[in-house]
T-cell receptor, first 113, second 116 residues
Framework: AQSVTQPDIHITVSEGASLELRCNYSYGATPYLFWYVQSPGQGLQLLLKYFSGDTLVQGIKGFEAEFKRSQSSFNLRKPSVHWSDAAEYFCAVVLYNTDKLIFGTGTRLQVFP | NAGVMQNPRHLVRRRGQEARLRCSPMKGHSHVYWYRQLPEEGLKFMVYLQKENIIDESGMPKERFSAEFPKEGPSILRIQQVVRGDSAAYFC??????????????FGPGTRLTVL
């Protein structure tokens, strides 16, 4: 079935540690790819997006993501996590020539001091 | 430039009542999308509208739910005869162009609906 998968429901890291959140998609063609962050009780904020071109994408708040076509993945990374990064992270795709976001189930990030 | 506005932020309804959720897109955006987030779940697409037109309503429940985006004023998501299962966060997003043309959606803060 076509889907967006975030295998890690919950991740806990120490402040200052590196972070990688996984995202895989199962569609025939490469979709447009997004990462959003949602703080508790808040809306979604766009972290970064990939449409085409350079497969390493830089976003806000020090985040980056790498598109790997061979693995159908778009993993989010940050070299050093801050306590304020604790939130829910959603990977999402837009299939070519459609007009809706399809979201993964999210990864909840907890940061310990 | 104000972002996407949604109101109310919180809405409490009793079973059988109607809920009206409003969304004002970002200035210059004519494409509006509604998503629903059930507790502990990701967002699910409901409907995509342009001014006065419903473009894609494939995610809308067949009954009790309707959406509009009139020529003037905000987009409205209307839920008639609410049931407890309608309790969720409803998010509106807008974009300047169609998403399929490699544009970006910007989200509002959401309306959290609680059905008693």
């Amino acid at each position: 079935a076509q889907s967006v998968t975030q295998p890690d429901i919950h991740i806990t890291v120490s402040e200052g540690a590196s972070l990688e959140l996984r995202c895989n998609y199962s569609y025939g063609a490469t979709p447009y790819l997004f990462w959003y962050v949602q703080s508790p009780g808040q809306g979604l904020q766009l972290l970064l997006k990939y449409f085409s071109g350079d497969t390493l994408v830089q976003g806000i708040k020090g985040f980056e993501a790498e598109f790997k076509r061979s693995q159908s993945s778009f993993n989010l990374r940050k070299p050093s996590v801050h306590w304020s990064d604790a939130a829910e992270y959603f990977c999402a795709v837009v299939l070519y020539n459609t007009d809706k976001l399809i979201f993964g189930t999210g990864t909840r990030l907890q940061v310990f001091p | 430039n104000a972002g996407v506005m949604q109101n109310p932020r919180h809405l409490v309804r009793r079973r059988g009542q109607e809920a009206r959720l409003r969304c004002s897109p970002m200035k210059g955006h004519s494409h509006v999308y509604w998503y629903r987030q059930l507790p502990e779940e990701g967002l699910k697409f409901m409907v995509y509208l342009q001014k006065e037109n419903i473009i894609d309503e494939s995610g809308m429940p067949k009954e009790r739910f309707s959406a509009e985006f009139p020529k003037e004023g905000p987009s409205i998501l209307r839920i008639q005869q609410v049931v407890r299962g309608d309790s969720a966060a409803y998010f509106c997003a807008s974009s300047a162009q169609k998403l399929g043309s490699a544009d970006t959606q910007y989200f509002g803060p959401g309306t959290r609906l609680t059905v008693l």
